[in-house]
């Protein structure tokens, strides 16, 4: 069930995944032959997995989830996430069997990611595997399943509070999609554009070659395919088209869908954002009419000056590539390229630039898509793994709707083609012959414990990958072992998605700067807001150039401490050590501390842990530590 601006409080919850220090000794012995693999007895095996736990069980602080748009979003690529029926290619019932791995839909647990909505990546009926060159739009690809997949699969998100979204492709068609053939077949017929066959007018058509453009095969005419010749352009400006979309998105949200990913929406008309803007904003309007809390999110693979003009059409929300890549905000930051404050100032530069072009703009930060390199590769030499981890973490901290692309949570690699980069999800490492590397503990007790997220048994719905992918060695382990070790990437994004979980601040909050906590090692910044404080409350937050909180009369003051009905903690401070040792910081030199500081979460690479005496926070190499 779902509610609507309320928020969920509980008093006790055990993080499981951080409770298994002393069994992951047993663990890697067992791996290494040193000690006989857990077994015999399952119910003492379990009770002594279980007491494990309970001694050395965590405690977090309550989850606060808002029923909004401001979700943590887990991209998936079906063909190469999980085969339910043993053909090597993933369908939509893998994505129903690993949904409790995504989200499991009970808040008093702490074995899944924590994700509360999914993006599929396109799932019609496509002569590719990768499905963006579309031949029936409203239809189900035969190698994912059926419209009753889809239905369940639906349901079974809905159930879990996960909202879904799906990939809207509306720049092309596959030119095998019964609207081209018709079209082309009447060129090769008749030779001329007529309206006896209104499929021409879906398309571009012409009679001299034009840059973009395509020969059709027998015949003197050319037609737009600016990504392929497999992938001729629709025409958007035909009305018909337009009643066709409107068709389509209208079938997929009465079939329950949350919204959609606009593809390629700077693509719409090639090097003209003024037209782009002009069809969004009626595909906006078409879609919020259809269901007006839809969520949209566009790909507008472009500088921020640019795609940030694209928030004039009302969509919710665009892509922020300045961050994202190897080249991006998160990866300079993440192996010391550049300062931690230059990723607080960033943020600040964005959220200031988007909501200038529409108020109700709401970010969508990510790291990795399935068409860039995997995050892994960006990162080599000693500690490369801390650099994952930080990157991962940075991803998350941003504000908005903050995009996964599956597999990054494992560390996954995958560069070059584009096969590369969607290589199946690495639930267990198989060996040459498709079994599983005898490495790994093979323990049907320490899987139950984990939640049923992982188990041996998920050889059988490991992928094959696309055909034309390179072999990939992964650089580090699959899920099944990760699951197991508390400091592992894995464990380490729980926890980041967690903490959005817990402070909704974090993704819906604005940025400040605080250059006087900052040095070359450690960014500071606030995250702040506020949904109901009273005009008379001194809880009131506003900042001037320097940072300090002189809210509305003026008067400088405390920032931490602050409370707000809807997101408990109104601000917080963030700090980042991207250094190599432990840094201390004086929070007195900040005016907005206050005079009690507290730790409310850490993000650590390692067993090191930070420490706070009174204004003095010691913060180790790669952490960061949320101070309230």
């Known amino acids: ?283 906006n309007d078409t879609v919020k009419s259809q269901k007006e809390d839809a969520y949209m999110v566009g790909e507008g693979w472009a500088a921020l000056s640019r795609y940030s003009k694209y928030y004039a059409s009302g969509v919710d929300s665009f892509f922020d590539f300045e961050f994202s890549g190897t080249e991006g905000v998160i990866a300079s930051v993440a192996r010391s390229k550049k300062k931690p404050i230059a990723y607080a100032n960033a943020i600040a530069d964005a959220e200031k630039e988007i909501t200038s072009v529409n108020e109700f703009a709401i970010d969508a930060p990510f790291f990795t898509n399935h068409d860039m390199a995997r995050a892994a590769g960006y990162f080599v030499g000693r500690g490369s793994d801390k650099m994952v981890k930080m990157a991962g973490a940075l991803n998350l901290l941003m504000g908005g709707n903050a995009f996964i692309y599956y597999g990054e949570e494992l560390g996954m690699k995958g560069s070059g083609k584009d096969e590369n980069k969607r290589a199946p999800m690495q639930w267990v490492s198989l060996d040459e012959t498709g079994n599983q590397k005898s490495g790994e503990v093979d323990n049907n007790q320490l899987s139950e414990v984990l939640g049923g997220v992982v188990s041996a048994a998920d050889a059988d719905g490991m992928c094959d990958g696309p055909k034309d992918m390179d072999p990939v060695e992964m650089t580090y382990p699959a899920l099944f072992e990760q699951a197991q070790d508390p400091y592992s990437i894995y464990n380490y994004y729980k926890k980041a998605i967690r903490l959005r979980n817990t402070y909704p601040v974090i993704a819906r909050g604005k940025t400040q700067p605080i250059e006087v906590l900052s040095d070359d090692d450690i960014g500071a910044f606030v995250r702040y807001g506020s949904t109901g404080l009273s005009s008379d409350s001194h809880d009131y937050i506003v900042f001037d150039e320097n940072g300090n909180n002189i809210g509305l009369d003026g008067n400088e003051g405390t920032v931490l401490g602050a409370k707000d009905p809807l997101y408990g903690e109104a601000a917080l401070l963030i700090i980042i050590n991207n250094g190599d040792e432990a840094k201390t910081i004086d929070l007195s030199k900040w005016s907005g501390t206050g005079s009690s500081p507290e730790i409310a979460y850490e993000l650590n690479v390692s067993e090191e842990a930070a420490s706070i005496d009174g204004l003095s926070l010691t913060i180790p190499s790669y952490g960061i530590t949320v101070i309230k």
């Open 1 to 283: 069930m779902h509610f609507k601006k309320i928020y969920y409080r509980k008093t006790q919850y055990k993080k499981i995944y951080m409770t298994l220090a002393s069994l992951l000794s047993i663990a890697m012995l067992a791996s290494c032959g040193k000690q006989t693999p857990i077994s015999g007895n399952a119910t003492n095996s379990t009770d002594i997995i279980q007491e494990t736990a309970e001694e050395s069980t965590e405690n977090l602080p309550p989850l606060n989830i808002i029923e909004d748009k401001y979700r943590t979003t887990y991209e998936i690529f079906v063909y190469s996430f999980y085969d339910s029926d043993g053909d090597g290619i993933g369908d939509l019932q893998g994505v129903i069997d690993k949904l409790d791995y995504v989200n499991d839909g009970d808040i008093t647990t702490d074995t899944d990611l924590g994700c509360n909505e999914i993006w599929l990546m396109p799932i019609s009926p496509s002569p590719t595997y990768h499905k963006y060159d579309i031949t029936d739009y409203k239809d189900i690809d035969p190698q994912y399943g059926t419209l009753e997949d889809f239905d369940n699969l639906v349901k079974e998100c809905h159930d879990r509070g996960v909202n879904i979204i799906i990939d809207l492709v509306l720049n092309h068609t596959s030119s095998e999609h019964p609207w081209f053939k018709e079209a082309a077949q009447y060129l090769r017929e008749h030779d001329e554009l007529s309206e006896e066959c209104p499929y021409l007018y879906y398309y571009n058509f012409a009679t001299e070659p034009q840059t973009g453009y395509e020969k059709l095969s027998g015949t003197n005419w050319y037609y737009e395919a600016r990504f392929w010749s497999g992938m001729p352009d629709l025409n958007l400006d035909n009305p018909s088209v337009k009643e066709e979309i409107a068709d389509i998105t209208q079938f997929w949200i009465d079939r329950g869908v949350d919204g959609f990913r606009l593809d390629a929406v700077t693509s719409y008309y090639t090097d003209n954002d003024t037209k782009n803007i002009e069809f969004m904003t009626w595909l």
